[in-house]
């Protein structure tokens, strides 16, 4: 069972927005990181406590005239609540960029079940010559600052052609907590064509990781279709200096 954290009002979140970027949403901005050449909008997404009176503002920043490759981002502010409203901690723009059409697909995630730490999950996907794939970015919520910590494979599907002799295949995925000392256990699961013509079999595949050096580092290497050989993860380390 995934946990959850209490549900915060539309008020609290638009104050905490203004508190942050120091007007209501949509807020249209540049791009701080460069990855884009286009303005974004931004949105608020959720409001997620902490602990001890500081919360996490997760934003998305989507290019509305990007072009079907352009990625959207997702932003992280950190406030305190005082008596008299909140404190603005920092804003670290642009953390994790996911998504597709300047990231109008993007969504995201909390969970409070994978350790002591929230973890903020960035997902995307991108369809491209019959071939769509999905990844998650994910960052920890630690109280003096998100961290990236990767970007791991969450599902993929290559439905081929007639006349294609590639493998074809179909695979999605659950992130589950682990006993052991590992973070997390990725479980996937599908079917897989190794050519045109054989006969379609049942893929499944864990693959379990830890952090070291303040990255996701892979402990059970798996083989996905149509991935290289495991999926290491990417997008480590975190930028550190709010704005």
Request: positive net charge; hydrophobic residues 40%; charged residues 25%.
């Amino acid at each position: 069972m995934v946990a959850h954290a209490p549900p915060v009002g539309d008020v609290m979140l638009q104050s905490a927005f203004v508190a942050v970027w120091g007007e209501s949403a949509p807020v249209v901005v540049h791009p701080e990181t460069g990855k884009a050449a286009n303005d974004l909008t931004v949105t608020a997404l959720a409001l997620e406590p902490l602990g001890r009176n500081r919360f996490a503002l997760i934003t998305r920043e989507v290019a509305h005239t990007g072009g079907h490759a352009a990625a959207g981002a997702v932003s992280v502010g950190y406030l305190e609540r005082r008596s008299r409203g909140w404190r603005r901690v920092g804003n670290w723009r642009e953390i994790a960029w996911a998504g597709e059409s300047g990231g109008g697909n993007l969504t995201i995630a909390v969970r409070r079940d994978l350790g002591a730490t929230p973890l903020l999950l960035v997902n995307g996907s991108h369809l491209g010559q019959g071939y769509l794939d999905g990844t998650a970015v994910i960052v920890r919520l630690a109280r003096d600052g998100p961290k990236v910590l990767g970007r791991i494979p969450t599902f993929a599907r290559y439905d081929g052609s007639p006349s294609d002799v590639l493998e074809t295949f179909s695979y999605r995925s659950r992130i589950v907590p682990t006993a052991r000392r590992a973070l997390f256990e990725v479980r996937y699961a599908g079917w897989e064509e190794p050519s045109a013509g054989a006969p379609r079999r049942p893929f499944r595949a864990r693959a379990r990781f830890s952090i070291r050096d303040g990255c996701l580092a892979i402990e059970t290497p798996v083989a996905l279709p149509g991935e290289r050989p495991s999926p290491e993860p990417e997008d480590c380390p975190a930028k550190d200096a709010p704005t």
